[in-house]
T-cell receptor, first 115, second 112 residues
Framework: ETGVTQTPRHLVMGMTNKKSLKCEQH?????MYWYKQSAKKPLELMFV???????ENNSVPSRFSPECPNSSHLFLHLHTLQPEDSALYLC??????????????FGEGSRLTVL | AQSVTQLGSHVSVSEGALVLLRCNYS??????LFWYVQYPNQGLQLLLK??????LVKGINGFEAEFKKSETSFHLTKPSAHMSDAAEYFC??????????FGTGTRLQVFP
């Protein structure tokens, strides 16, 4: 299995829907991340979990709700999103924190379109 | 606050030509610097990283980057471009925390 797996790869949802993005890492890492990638913008760090505890929340709107039930799985629950939330959502993992001691391993992303 | 600036959102080169992708950083502390590559429909993959050892860093696929403190730069180069190098390249900076701050990316096109 690949190192970091994200599902679904593509998701279209209405503004009133509730959906979730799933990330699973098979690398034995202790830290997991959600990034948002929008066109012509830098990658935005949304959430960081270390040993299943949230250590970073970069002023992300409450319509995005992360969950990390164990060190291998990370979810991003979505509800009442806006069209500007359409983007590629990337999950990543690392051996530990600080991140510079190793590297981030990224999944292939979930392409979200909000209608 | 830390930041990186990538000059040029698009770079086009001919196959066999030199590749030069520019990155300048801003950091109040000695930085850790990274280059990541994103191929179409894939996640990001680490190319190389600078962590205060040698200033010239060699990475995968023939890429290298040189840390120049006086110029606050960390430009990525490859002597001879290959068609398979076509991708988007991201420069990133980190301090001693959990954050990696990414640039806006540079899309590299390679023409035959």
């Amino acid at each position: 299995e690949t190192g970091v797996t994200q599902t679904p790869r593509h998701l279209v949802m209405g503004m009133t829907n509730k959906k979730s993005l799933k990330c699973e890492q098979h690398l034995g890492h202790n830290a997991m991340y959600w990034y948002k990638q929008s066109a012509k913008k830098p990658l935005e760090l949304m959430f960081v979990y270390s040993l299943e505890e949230r250590v970073e929340n970069n002023s992300v709107p409450s319509r995005f709700s992360p969950e990390c039930p164990n060190s291998s799985h990370l979810f991003l629950h979505l509800h009442t999103l806006q069209p500007e939330d359409s983007a590629l959502y990337l999950c990543a993992s690392s051996q530990g924190i600080p991140v510079h001691t190793g590297e981030l391993f990224f999944g292939e992303g979930s392409r979200l379109t909000v209608l | 606050a830390q930041s990186v600036t990538q000059l040029g959102s698009h770079v086009s080169v001919s196959e066999g030509a030199l590749v030069l992708l520019r990155c300048n950083y801003s950091s109040s502390v000695p930085p850790y610097l990274f280059w990541y590559v994103q191929y179409p429909n894939q996640g990001l993959q680490l190319l190389l990283k600078y962590t205060s050892a040698a200033t010239l860093v060699k990475g995968i696929n023939g890429f290298e980057a040189e840390f120049k403190k006086s110029e606050t730069s960390f430009h990525l180069t490859k002597p001879s471009a290959h068609m398979s190098d076509a991708a988007e390249y991201f420069c990133a900076v980190s301090d001693n925390t959990d954050k990696l701050i990414f640039g806006t990316g540079t899309r590299l096109q390679v023409f035959p």
